[in-house]
């Protein structure tokens, strides 16, 4: 029986789709002039095909010489330094052999960077982090620029790897496309004791080899991070709208499923090209209604922040015209249904025993939650990922996920919430827009007003913690940290200091034009603060002593100063000039500094996401 979709997310859906026509129509049409019914590399002269066949050896020279059957591009973001990316270098043999056994012919197009945020953290590295996803989006279209291709595999997991990949492909929008992950590592350390040795060490109660012992058993094997920050939330996101195999996300690397999946992956790509009778370009899969079912599924596991700037970045992409606005709608009417690090003690595979993926799908669409009517990669219509990936007897198929949660402390039904609203919410005021995450800050903490401190760097933060002038009711203050400052650094590594501040029961709240990850916890942050203070917001224009407002209830963020004293104030400070943002690869994206558009619009340098925004000077 079909269920009515709920009304706050069918007003939403119609507004964005209504807002986003022209763009969208203009979009689709480019799409569908691309697209081809034969085998793309049929239209190169002979030169130009040659080179495309002369590495190759055996059938896949042969394949790819005549083209006649369909040419699946893989593009990877392997390396032996991430432990969530290293498992991939073993896919790109797996997808060709079954390629083949599909009647295809898969290549490696090309590789794209991955930086670690986990390596980068606090260190001058983190600067480039968010414009790698600018990067791996130019990297993907060089992979997919030589006419080559029918189809792509997008091998991926982390933070601003996926949206890179994704924002890459939808500019190919006219090609199937299908994300592989490459699943979690082994739980470790219990994430409670992580944190707890973090903040002794913060406070100087532990050592560094303390530290270093906590950590290395949390982090520990190939695979993902298994607490629920950026790198999950990207995989949870992608599979509830439609962009992986059904239960593909979390199945742990090494394992024969893996594999099984990976291999199904290759083969249902060969399926959905344009040369088969099932044809699912991207551009079709990611529209309005799955961009909604993107937001909804982020909201009701409270994950990631940086989704509000990448789900923004992709639905522009695709023409589509996502709002903060949109996001705060939407949290209104979507209930909080999962507890996983940092917004509760249990860990990805916690949530996977409990259910799910699949068991979230069902509550969602069961609730009228989620658009059941869209296409995926796996086929038409969203109840095909009710259902989870098995082996049975070395044969892959799919079954019935559970009905019911395995562990209510971890996932819980619709109609029983960990809260009746999303664990994202904006925020207004005198200070612009922000965002803050709530679902791991206790309803006591959601207030705070007190004097500000403020700062343009976090090492000046850790500073202030140490030398015991943080001892106080106070509201942080961290700017020059957006986008056009310095690259909109993530500042979680401020989260074991401030957590002590707050242990010693002061209430303390961090304000910032900064990012603060999906490993934010249980500190009130106001982040992604916009217009930023390089752009001239009012964040610039805060002094110590000020008192700040946060109040997550309300969704206000403001600084108690009249308004006439306000706007008779200069900015305090300046961003670094170019001359001085250099060293560790900085100077080298200075372009993209000076290019970027606001937290709001997805932070993206490929131009404005809505047709009325006027870029700064």
Same mark, same amino acid.
């Given at each position: 029986?079909?269920?009515?979709?709920?009304?706050?997310?069918?007003?939403?859906?119609?507004?964005?789709?209504?807002?986003?026509?022209?763009?969208?129509?203009?979009?689709?049409?480019?799409?569908?002039?691309?697209?081809?019914?034969?085998?793309?590399?049929?239209?190169?002269?002979?030169?130009?095909?040659? !080179?495309?066949?002369?590495?190759?050896?055996?059938?896949?020279?042969?394949?790819?010489?005549?083209?006649?059957?369909?040419?699946?591009?893989?593009?990877?973001?392997?390396?032996?330094?991430?432990?969530?990316?290293?498992?991939?270098?073993?896919?790109?043999? =797996?997808?060709?052999?079954?390629?083949?056994?599909?009647?295809?012919?898969?290549?490696?197009?090309?590789?794209?960077?991955?930086?670690?945020?986990?390596?980068?953290?606090?260190?001058?590295?983190?600067?480039?982090?968010?414009?790698?996803?600018?990067?791996?989006?130019?990297?993907?279209?060089?992979?997919?620029?030589?006419?080559?291709?029918?189809?792509?595999?997008?091998?991926?997991?982390?933070?601003?790897?996926?949206?890179?990949?994704?924002?890459?492909?939808?500019?190919?929008?006219?090609?199937?496309?299908?994300?592989?992950?490459?699943?979690?590592?082994?739980?470790?350390?219990?994430?409670?004791?992580?944190?707890?040795?973090?903040?002794?060490?913060?406070?100087?109660?532990?050592?560094?080899?303390?530290?270093?012992?906590?950590?290395?058993?949390?982090?520990?094997?190939?695979?993902?991070?298994?607490?629920?920050?950026?790198?999950?939330?990207?995989?949870?996101?992608?599979?509830?709208?439609?962009?992986?195999?059904?239960?593909?996300?979390?199945?742990?690397?090494?394992?024969?499923?893996? +594999?099984?999946?990976?291999?199904?992956?290759?083969?249902?790509?060969?399926?959905?090209?344009?040369?088969?009778?099932?044809?699912?370009?991207?551009?079709?899969?990611?529209?309005?209604?799955?961009?909604?079912?993107?937001?909804?599924?982020?909201?009701?596991?409270?994950?990631?922040?940086?989704?509000?700037? !990448?789900?923004?970045?992709?639905?522009?992409?695709?023409?589509?015209?996502?709002? =903060?606005?949109?996001?705060?709608?939407?949290?209104?009417?979507?209930?909080? @249904?999962?507890?996983?690090?940092?917004?509760?003690?249990?860990?990805?595979?916690?949530?996977?025993?409990?259910?799910?993926?699949?068991?979230?799908?069902?509550?969602?669409?069961?609730?009228? @939650? @989620?658009?059941?009517?869209?296409?995926?990669?796996?086929?038409?219509?969203?109840?095909?990922?009710?259902?989870?990936?098995?082996?049975?007897?070395?044969?892959?198929? =799919?079954?019935?996920?559970?009905?019911?949660?395995?562990?209510?402390?971890?996932?819980?039904?619709?109609?029983?919430?960990?809260?009746?609203?999303?664990?994202?919410?904006?925020?207004?005021?005198?200070?612009?827009?922000?965002?803050?995450?709530?679902?791991?800050?206790?309803?006591? !903490?959601?207030?705070?007003?007190?004097?500000?401190?403020?700062?343009?760097?976090?090492?000046?933060?850790?500073?202030?913690?140490?030398?015991?002038?943080?001892?106080?009711?106070?509201?942080?203050?961290?700017?020059?940290?957006?986008?056009?400052?310095?690259?909109?650094?993530?500042?979680?590594?401020?989260?074991?200091?401030?957590?002590?501040?707050?242990?010693?029961?002061?209430?303390?709240?961090?304000?910032?034009?900064?990012?603060?990850?999906?490993?934010?916890?249980?500190?009130?942050?106001?982040?992604?603060?916009?217009?930023?203070?390089?752009?001239?917001?009012?964040?610039?224009?805060?002094?110590?002593?000020?008192?700040? +407002?946060?109040?997550?209830?309300?969704?206000?963020?403001?600084?108690?100063?009249?308004?006439?004293?306000?706007?008779?104030?200069?900015?305090?400070?300046?961003?670094? @000039?170019?001359?001085? =943002?250099?060293?560790?690869?900085?100077?080298?994206?200075?372009?993209?500094?000076?290019?970027?558009?606001?937290?709001? !619009?997805?932070?993206?340098?490929?131009?404005?996401?809505?047709?009325?925004?006027?870029?700064?000077?």
């Amino acid at each position: 029986m079909s269920v009515p979709l709920n009304p706050v997310v069918a007003e939403v859906t119609a507004r964005i789709a209504t807002r986003s026509a022209a763009t969208r129509s203009a979009y689709l049409s480019r799409m569908a002039a691309a697209a081809t019914p034969r085998p793309m590399r049929a239209g190169l002269g002979c030169s130009n095909l040659a !080179h495309g066949f002369a590495a190759c050896a055996g059938p896949d020279r042969l394949a790819v010489k005549g083209a006649s059957v369909p040419g699946v591009a893989i593009v990877s973001a392997y390396n032996d330094m991430l432990s969530a990316h290293q498992p991939f270098l073993e896919f790109p043999a =797996w997808i060709k052999d079954a390629t083949r056994q599909a009647g295809g012919v898969a290549q490696f197009a090309g590789g794209v960077p991955a930086m670690c945020d986990g390596i980068t953290q606090g260190r001058p590295g983190m600067e480039l982090s968010l414009f790698s996803r600018e990067v791996i989006a130019m990297a993907t279209g060089v992979a997919l620029a030589h006419d080559m291709f029918d189809g792509a595999l997008l091998l991926g997991v982390c933070d601003k790897i996926v949206p890179g990949l994704l924002i890459g492909a939808l500019a190919f929008g006219h090609l199937p496309t299908i994300l592989v992950p490459a699943g979690p590592m082994a739980s470790g350390l219990p994430n409670a004791e992580k944190a707890r040795v973090r903040q002794a060490f913060a406070e100087g109660k532990a050592s560094r080899d303390d530290l270093l012992a906590a950590e290395s058993a949390s982090y520990h094997s190939p695979g993902t991070c298994t607490f629920y920050g950026t790198a999950n939330s990207n995989q949870l996101v992608v599979e509830v709208m439609g962009l992986h195999l059904p239960g593909a996300s979390f199945i742990p690397p090494g394992t024969p499923l893996r +594999r099984a999946v990976t291999e199904a992956a290759a083969r249902r790509v060969v399926e959905i090209t344009a040369q088969g009778d099932q044809y699912t370009p991207i551009a079709q899969v990611v529209d309005e209604k799955s961009v909604v079912n993107g937001v909804i599924a982020l909201l009701a596991t409270g994950g990631s922040t940086n989704h509000t700037l !990448h789900l923004v970045a992709i639905a522009a992409a695709a023409g589509i015209q996502l709002t =903060w606005d949109d996001f705060s709608d939407l949290s209104a009417a979507v209930p909080l @249904l999962t507890r996983v690090y940092p917004n509760g003690t249990a860990d990805i595979n916690h949530f996977v025993a409990a259910g799910g993926v699949q068991l979230l799908i069902s509550e969602l669409l069961d609730a009228g @939650l @989620l658009h059941a009517d869209v296409s995926t990669v796996a086929g038409p219509g969203l109840d095909r990922y009710r259902q989870e990936p098995v082996l049975d007897n070395g044969v892959l198929r =799919w079954r019935d996920g559970l009905s019911q949660s395995g562990d209510l402390d971890v996932l819980r039904p619709f109609a029983d919430p960990f809260a009746p609203d999303g664990g994202l919410r904006m925020l207004t005021g005198n200070l612009g827009r922000a965002v803050v995450k709530v679902s791991a800050v206790a309803a006591e !903490h959601r207030v705070v007003e007190a004097p500000a401190r403020v700062f343009t760097t976090q090492e000046a933060v850790v500073e202030a913690f140490r030398a015991g002038e943080l001892d106080r009711d106070v509201v942080i203050v961290l700017r020059q940290q957006g986008p056009r400052a310095n690259g909109m650094p993530e500042l979680h590594g401020l989260t074991p200091s401030l957590s002590a501040v707050m242990s010693r029961g002061y209430r303390v709240a961090l304000v910032t034009d900064g990012r603060m990850s999906g490993a934010s916890g249980k500190i009130p942050a106001a982040i992604h603060c916009t217009p930023e203070a390089a752009a001239g917001g009012p964040i610039a224009l805060i002094h110590d002593g000020d008192l700040v +407002r946060l109040d997550a209830e309300a969704g206000r963020v403001d600084v108690l100063v009249d308004a006439d004293v306000l706007a008779a104030r200069l900015p305090v400070d300046a961003p670094p @000039l170019d001359s001085e =943002w250099t060293g560790t690869g900085r100077d080298l994206f200075a372009a993209l500094r000076r290019s970027v558009g606001p937290a709001d !619009h997805g932070a993206s340098v490929f131009g404005p996401a809505f047709p009325d925004l006027v870029p700064a000077s």
